[in-house]
Structures are given as C-alpha cells and as structure tokens.
C-alpha cells in the first residue's frame, strides 16, 4: 500500500508516516501542499491520499478537487486530517471529494479506522 | 468585557485533549486564570482567529518544554530535537485554537483561524492594546510550567447570527 501525505507542517507530515509506519504501512510520500501533491501524484504510483485542508499555494480541498478532475487520478481515495471539525467544514471537504475525515488531535486508532473506511467504500 | 468563562473552559478542555491525545501527557491546571508565568517563555506560538469571534490563541513554554513536547510529538529522544520546535509547537498551538473554534462553532457561527507563528528568544514580552481582554491559563507539564492565553478583540459578532 503506498501512500502520499499532502501537509505544510513537516511536524505533522512526520507524525502520519510515524503512525503508518507502526500499523505496517512502510510506503509513504511527502508533499508540502496540494500543488506539490499534485505533481507527486504525476511521478509516483499512490493507493491512498491523506491531505490536510489549510495550506500554502493549494489547500486541501482545492487538491481535492484536482484529483477527481484528473482521469488518472480521478478514482483516488483520499482521507482528510484537519482542525477543521465544524460541520460545514466537513460537508464542504465531502463535497470536494474527500472520502473521509479524520479531526485533529487523532490516535492511531482512528487513522485505521479511518484508511480501513476508506478501503472498503 | 471580560473573556466569557464559557471560552476559557473550552480553551482549557481544547488543550488538555491535544496533550493527552497527541503527546500522551496530562496537562495539570494551575490554579487560577490570569496566572504569571513562573518563569520567562522562551516560545511563543500564535494562532488568530477572526469571523463570529476575533482574537489569538498563545501557547507559551520554555525552551526544555518545547523540546520536550517537540520529541514527544515525533517519538524522538529529547537530545536528538534539532531544529523541529518551530514547527512542531506551531502545529500544537494550530490544534489547539482548531479543537477550541469547533467546540465554538457547535454553539454560534465558526470562525477562521490563521496559520500559527512561532516567537523564539530570550529577554521578550508580548504587548497587546488595552482594547484587548486576555485571560491566561497555567498548567503543569511533568514539572515544566506552559500556559495558554485567550486574547479577544471586541464583543462576539452577533449580526451574523
């Protein structure tokens, strides 16, 4: 399963990879925001996407939107991890074409969960 | 205007879920708001938040605590911390003024926060405008002191009711 990780905070880029890699998951790519995303997307082969929302240059959901405007990337599943936690945020990140929502603060728990909803959907 | 007691005890609860979730650490409320800090902070992460409500969300620590939170967040010995406290303390304050507006925005409109700064140095304060009204809350981290700091600007805005 290979992975790419969309987040500005390289903290937090590092966390997720950290939580991947202790639930087996040792394939993991790294962009800094969705234009960097987006042009990983076009080098590299990704199962799953997890992206978060506010970012520099292109945020979470405009990456979003990219990905299912792209025919090659148009299928990709893609898991949101954000703050942004009101409902409207939420309805609006679905809308764009996230396939789920994990809120910060999280445990590893939730992101399984979460990839594993994913997966299966 | 002070800062609402509603808002102080969801920017409590918002924190203490942030430490106890992501860095595995019972935060210890000291007792009282408005506390002075028990010695100078050496990192300052901001966060503002503007809409519904307008104001900042402070995380202040010593550096031993920022490194300490910083190697706890990327499962790092302390010693190795190098150069990750901005962006790592950065990302604690983003969750924490995150967590604090969505416990806001079940209850009146959300508002936006920003992207966090972070302030490192000795010998520093942070002034505000007497227009402002601050409550600051102290906790214990394992021996280290931390504090988060409510700043507001103005009334609620309740046109957007």
């Not at chain 1, 950290?18 to 995303?37: D, I, M, Q, S, V």
């Not at chain 2, 509603?6 to 409320?29: N, P």
């Not at chain 2, 302390?78 to 790592?88: K, R």
Request: charged share 20%; net charge negative.
């Amino acid at each position: 399963m290979r992975f790419l990780v969309v987040d500005d905070s390289s903290t937090m880029r590092r966390i997720i990879i950290n939580t991947l890699n202790k639930l087996g998951y040792t394939e993991c790519h790294e962009a800094g925001n969705g234009r960097e995303g987006m042009d990983k997307l076009a080098t590299q082969s990704v199962d799953l996407v997890i992206t978060d929302w506010n970012m520099p240059e292109m945020s979470g959901v405009e990456f979003a939107r990219a990905v299912r405007a792209n025919d090659a990337t148009k299928a990709l599943p893609i898991l949101m991890v954000t703050t942004n936690a009101a409902q409207g945020d939420i309805v609006e990140a679905l809308k764009a074409g996230v396939n789920n929502y994990v809120v910060k603060p999280f445990t590893p728990a939730t992101i399984k969960e979460k990839i594993e909803a994913v997966l299966k959907a | 205007m002070s800062v609402p007691e509603s808002l102080i005890a969801s920017l409590v609860s918002a924190t203490e879920e942030v430490f106890d979730t992501m860095l595995a650490t019972t935060l210890v409320r000291q007792t009282g708001a408005d506390g002075a800090l028990a010695a100078p902070a050496n990192v300052v992460a901001t966060v503002a938040f503007a809409g519904h409500r307008r104001g900042l969300v402070v995380l202040y620590s010593s550096m031993t605590a920022a490194r300490a939170i910083t190697g706890s967040m990327l499962g790092i010995p302390i010693e190795d911390v190098n150069g990750e406290v901005p962006d790592a303390m950065g990302e604690v304050a983003n969750m924490v003024a995150g967590t604090f507006r969505t416990r806001l925005a079940a209850s009146e409109p959300a508002s936006d926060i920003s992207v966090p700064t972070v302030t490192i140095g000795n010998d520093f304060s942070t002034l505000y405008s007497s227009a402002v009204h601050r409550t600051r809350c102290p906790f214990d981290m394992q021996g280290e002191q931390i504090s988060v700091e409510l700043i507001l600007t103005g009334e609620a805005d309740l046109k957007r009711r």
